[in-house]
């Protein structure tokens, strides 16, 4: 949804000047938590109106996550692809000026070393323009599995024990 900027002048008996905005430009941030811990998220308002929100759903602030691991969200606005004209997401980490476009509420989480992350998401109109609304959730990822490693020993010899007998199996 884009913010418009609607002036209505009029003139006559009373000289009446009506200037009506409806979204506006300037997003007003609202901090708030949601379930056990929860995440920082921002609403654009103006004059009582509601805009559009976002707030992050999973993981929550300060949540001990393995990687990877999804992050999901919650917005108003219907997200999509950009060729769709839907508005989608832009998830940045630990601050860095590069992004990630996520297209759908839920998006994995990967390539993060061990430690404090902060993750911003911000919601985007399709032509990649801020719609206003943010959202920040700070995690500490454990190192995490990466799959089952096997192991397997082939000896020419059986084990011994340290008296060169054979060791039991």
Same mark, same amino acid.
């Given at each position: 949804?884009?913010?418009?900027?609607?002036?209505?002048?009029?003139?006559?008996?009373?000289?009446?000047?009506?200037?009506?905005?409806?979204?506006?430009?300037?997003?007003?941030? %609202? #901090? =708030?938590?949601?379930? /056990?811990?929860? +995440?920082? !998220?921002?609403? $654009? &308002?103006? @004059?009582? %109106? #509601? =805009?559009?929100?976002? /707030?992050?759903? +999973?993981? !929550?602030?300060? $949540? &001990?996550? @393995?990687?990877?691991?999804?992050?999901?969200? /919650?917005?108003?606005?219907?997200?999509?692809?950009? &060729?769709?004209?839907?508005?989608?997401?832009?998830?940045?980490?630990?601050?860095?000026?590069?992004?990630?476009?996520?297209?759908?509420?839920?998006?994995?989480?990967?390539?993060?070393?061990?430690?404090?992350?902060?993750?911003?998401?911000?919601?985007?109109?399709?032509?990649?323009?801020?719609?206003?609304?943010?959202?920040?959730?700070?995690?500490?990822?454990?190192?995490?599995?990466?799959?089952?490693?096997?192991?397997?020993?082939?000896?020419?010899?059986?084990?011994?024990?340290?008296?060169?007998?054979?060791?039991?199996?």
């Amino acid at each position: 949804m884009r913010s418009h900027r609607t002036f209505v002048f009029a003139t006559g008996a009373g000289a009446l000047l009506a200037v009506a905005a409806c979204g506006t430009s300037t997003p007003s941030a %609202s #901090s =708030g938590s949601s379930g /056990s811990g929860g +995440s920082s !998220a921002s609403s $654009a &308002s103006s @004059a009582g %109106s #509601s =805009g559009p929100t976002l /707030s992050i759903v +999973s993981p !929550a602030t300060g $949540a &001990s996550v @393995a990687a990877p691991f999804m992050l999901k969200v /919650s917005s108003d606005e219907t997200l999509g692809p950009t &060729s769709t004209g839907d508005d989608h997401l832009h998830v940045f980490i630990d601050g860095s000026s590069s992004y990630k476009v996520m297209t759908s509420d839920q998006m994995k989480i990967t390539g993060l070393s061990a430690g404090k992350h902060t993750i911003l998401v911000t919601l985007q109109h399709a032509d990649h323009s801020p719609v206003g609304p943010k959202a920040t959730v700070k995690v500490d990822v454990t190192k995490g599995s990466v799959g089952r490693v096997w192991l397997l020993i082939i000896a020419s010899e059986p084990p011994v024990t340290g008296n060169g007998q054979p060791a039991p199996v």
